[in-house]
């Protein structure tokens, strides 16, 4: 209780402390999952840094959510007025660089401009010892003035040195974090938990670079908070332990948002290459005289005439009548060149039982000495060039740090030929248009369907781990599919008083994509909508599977309701939307539960009263969806396993999210429902498969109320006017 901030523990908190305690010092994984109010950030940070305090190790939190980062910042100040710990916020490179270079520049400048203070410190030892040699020698002392000839020899080269160096490209912000005496950074970091912003602008007043004198000083520390990919990233991880100065198995890694991890996992094994790069790099070996240029050109431009001509096939030209027919049948039909915009679109070349399209066209199109020879020749050829191109922006020859592109492509087309064939990896190709040039152009990719070859490494790696969510159950699908081993488990519900609350399951028309647009379903729906929001005495929330539907039923709210009609778009800054929204007292906003409103924000007290989710928003089922199901099917055990792991739980967990962004308090008085059939428990036996009900927990199962659309509007009436929230009288029904 020492790192408890408050004054006591909420209801069930203090088990939760205990049980993550015990099962961090035995080493354990730790799956949690707690509805708002069950104080998970603190009920896991606590025993975390306890144990991390008795163990001599450092917790690692992390999250890709940014309100959550603030929270996180928010409860470690509360910590450090109890107990002192040495907490620290980081953030990648990209968002604290003053001078805005990569990564790459950004190394290079590093080395550049130690090379250049180290010499100059180098000078002003040897100017002083010369000096104090000069004064021996005029004291007649011989010795000296041997010894001072030899320093001014040094110097000498020093000074040839510093001249070679002078042209360099150097960053003068990281020039004073070595000249200058920054203990008084050091001090003002750990007096308080400094958020990167606060960092970058201290550090920008005094011309200093924040981000490496954070690196300097994270060894050791107590406390770090992150953003996912500082974990998820191998590489980055390595660096990052080794910043920390901490070995894998001296961290506990807290993971926020838990859920998410399952996707951005995901996302860090994904590896892909756009045509771009590939043209860049016959550019590039085309400059070159060397002669294993031929070589590289040889396999990178086979597989460059591939990779386009497997997108040019799926626009149908050069197809036969019969072939194109074929090719509709099964799914992989010719796509209209018009069509194509700014967003990748996939072109499928999966095949079963053989290599998918792109390695058959690229395999037809080489010829040369042998692919991996020439692969060979081509990632020791770009090893060099990349070596050259770093010593030419060192040398301060050009302005900026030049990637090898040929080093990228070759890398790639080597990872597609050894690896595409693999357990787990999809590969597949992506058309998009260029918005300046309105050129369309590809890239490949493999993309990876199984996170827990990623995931399952780190659980390994790290001392102990607690994945915490609001939607983390069923606990057995996130252990099989993150790859935990026989983790500890629990879960606590709602805190709040029950009767502050009603979720109910709406037996409207459940809006499969093939009714959506039926007009007596259209009916039924806005009329039920229209209900729910008339009865709310605030504002409503309403989720939608999409942002099509979102704008479709938006638009016929404002044909008939009276209060003010908010619509989430797509691409849009959303806070600016929100904050209007908030500032409302009787409206409602219309936004898609794949949007950014659906989970890790809050709407408190009167921000919302009501949040209704219209519809099941299963995801678009792609090809890519589809590779993980099988995927999963391969990989675990069970009747429709791709399904259940891949599809239907997500998309549960999806609706649960958004369910929880009201009843954020004891206070709070809401309803909560789900417009749609296939979430009541009626409907199982009708419905079958693609009832939902059973998807969800048995305590939110619990609390679930079937209830007719047309009766919808008397029970929110009769519940908000039971807790007099009307101000007056309630509307008529």
Not at 467 to 489: C, H, I, N, R, Y
Not at 523 to 548: K, S
Not at 559 to 586: C, H, K, M, W
Not at 592 to 615: H, I, K, P
Request: proline share 4%; net charge negative.
């Amino acid at each position: 209780m020492r790192f408890f901030p408050y004054d006591q523990p909420y209801e069930n908190q203090r088990e939760a402390m205990d049980r993550i305690h015990n099962a961090l010092t035995r080493g354990q994984n730790v799956l949690f999952e707690g509805a708002c109010g069950t104080g998970k950030t603190l009920s896991s940070l606590v025993p975390a840094l306890e144990v991390a305090r008795e163990q001599d190790k450092t917790v690692v939190i992390t999250t890709n959510v940014h309100q959550q980062m603030r929270q996180f910042v928010a409860e470690a100040r509360a910590i450090t007025r109890e107990e002192s710990i040495r907490a620290v916020v980081f953030k990648g490179k990209g968002s604290m660089c003053h001078i805005d270079v990569g990564y790459e520049e950004c190394q290079t400048l590093r080395d550049n401009t130690r090379a250049v203070v180290d010499a100059e410190q180098d000078k002003q030892q040897l100017e002083r010892r010369q000096r104090e040699l000069l004064e021996e020698s005029q004291d007649g002392d011989g010795g000296a003035a041997d010894a001072r000839s030899a320093v001014m020899d040094e110097l000498e080269s020093i000074e040839d040195r510093l001249d070679d160096l002078e042209d360099q490209n150097v960053c003068e912000y990281y020039r004073n974090n070595l000249t200058e005496d920054t203990e008084e950074f050091f001090g003002w970091l750990f007096e308080d938990v400094r958020t990167p912003d606060e960092i970058y602008d201290y550090a920008e007043q005094r011309q200093l670079c924040g981000y490496e004198l954070l690196k300097e000083g994270i060894e050791g520390v107590d406390l770090v908070v992150c953003n996912y990919h500082h974990l998820l990233d191998a590489t980055i991880r390595e660096q990052f332990f080794r910043w920390l100065g901490r070995d894998p198995d001296d961290v506990i890694a807290v993971f926020d948002e838990a859920h998410n991890v399952e996707d951005a996992a995901r996302e860090h094994a994904t590896r892909t290459c756009s045509e771009r790069t590939f043209e860049s790099a016959l550019d590039e070996l085309a400059e070159t005289d060397d002669p294993r240029a031929e070589d590289a050109v040889n396999a990178l431009s086979a597989f460059h005439r591939a990779l386009v001509e497997t997108y040019e096939d799926s626009f149908g030209f050069g197809e036969s009548a019969v072939q194109r027919a074929a090719d509709n049948a099964s799914g992989r039909g010719p796509r209209a060149r018009e069509r194509i915009g700014e967003n990748w679109e996939d072109v499928p070349i999966a095949n079963e039982g053989r290599r998918d399209d792109l390695t058959l066209e690229f395999l037809q199109r080489y010829s040369g000495r042998g692919i991996e020879a020439d692969l060979e020749a081509a990632m020791k050829l770009g090893q060099e060039l990349d070596e050259e191109y770093e010593e030419a922006y060192r040398e301060g020859e050009t302005a900026t740090r030049t990637e090898c592109q040929t080093l990228q492509a070759a890398a790639f087309v080597s990872a597609w030929m050894n690896e595409g064939a693999k357990e787990g990896l999809y590969p597949v190709v992506s058309v998009t248009r260029d918005a300046g040039t309105d050129e369309i152009y590809g890239r490949a990719e493999l993309y990876s369907c199984l996170p827990r070859q990623v995931t399952g490494q780190l659980f390994e790696e790290v001392s102990a781990t607690v994945l915490m969510s609001a939607t983390l159950q069923p606990f057995d699908v996130t252990e099989d599919v993150l790859g935990l081993e026989k983790p500890v488990t629990m879960a606590y519900g709602l805190q709040f008083p029950a009767d502050n609350r009603r979720t109910y399951a709406v037996e409207t028309p459940p809006l499969f994509s093939s009714d959506r647009d039926d007009p007596a379903v259209q009916t039924d729906v806005t009329e039920t909508i229209h209900d729910a929001v008339r009865m709310t005495p605030g504002n409503t929330l309403a989720f939608f599977p999409n942002y099509g539907e979102a704008s479709r039923y938006a638009e016929r709210l404002e044909n008939r309701s009276e209060r003010t009609v908010y619509l989430d778009e797509p691409g849009v800054a959303v806070e600016d939307l929100r904050q209007e929204f908030i500032a409302d007292d009787d409206a409602v906003l219309c936004t898609s539960l794949w949007g950014t409103l659906a989970e890790g924000v809050s709407f408190d007290g009167e921000d919302a009263r009501t949040v209704l989710v219209v519809g099941v928003p299963y995801p678009h089922l792609d090809d890519r969806a589809e590779a993980v199901q099988e995927a999963y099917d391969a990989a675990f055990e069970g009747t429709e396993t791709g399904w259940r792991y891949a599809v239907e739980i997500p998309t549960v967990r999806k609706t649960r999210q958004a369910l929880g962004r009201v009843i954020r308090s004891p206070e709070d008085i809401g309803v909560r429902a789900l417009l749609d059939r296939r979430y009541s428990k009626q409907a199982k036996s009708d419905l079958g498969k693609y009832s939902v009900n059973s998807t969800f927990p048995h305590e939110q199962r619990q609390e679930l109320l079937d209830i007719g659309s047309d009766k919808l509007k008397f029970a929110m009436r009769n519940f908000y006017g039971d807790h007099d929230c009307y101000g007056g009288d309630p509307p008529a029904p």
